[in-house]
């Protein structure tokens, strides 16, 4: 079996309870922050940037209810956060032009939730050969493009 390690996401896992609460909570009470990250925001659920992302683009769409299970919320929640994944590819697609996508919702520590408390959908453009030989061998991941950037580039498609 393969592992695969990303210590470079233990301080950003670890700084969410040492500041004091939930990273999407205090994201969403910050709106006006710069750092904030949120690229949209909807009746129910808000998109924003991964601070530690896979690639360029990687995306996470949260609900404004602080829940750790999609089960306990309304249809509705869970109708438009995919309606905000779907709009998260269109954007994507139209900015970065990927060749493919992943989509995941970890829930729960063991099933690989950073952040257990809030759940979250996963949205990561991906590219043909995008684990370069950095990521390989330096075991370190490149990602090229300024948050204010990304930033600059999909809101407006939402």
Not at 6 to 29: H, M, N
Not at 49 to 72: D, F, Q, T
């Amino acid at each position: 079996m393969n592992s695969i390690l990303s210590p470079w996401r233990f301080d950003y896992v670890t700084g969410a309870t040492q500041k004091g609460g939930c990273v999407f909570c205090l994201a969403i009470e910050n709106t006006d922050h710069p750092d904030s990250l949120i690229i949209h925001q909807a009746k129910h659920n808000f998109v924003l940037l991964n601070r530690y992302p896979y690639n360029n683009g990687h995306m996470m769409i949260a609900p404004y209810k602080h829940l750790s299970n999609p089960v306990e919320v309304e249809p509705e929640i869970l109708e438009e956060m995919m309606g905000l994944f779907q709009r998260g590819i269109q954007a994507l697609r139209a900015v970065y032009r990927p060749d493919g996508f992943n989509m995941g919702m970890n829930l729960g520590k063991c099933a690989g939730a950073g952040i257990e408390e809030h759940y979250h959908l996963h949205l990561v453009p991906r590219w043909n050969g995008d684990t370069s030989f950095m990521s390989t061998l330096a075991e370190t991941r490149v990602i090229p493009e300024d948050f204010s950037i990304t930033l600059t580039k999909l809101r407006p498609l939402f």
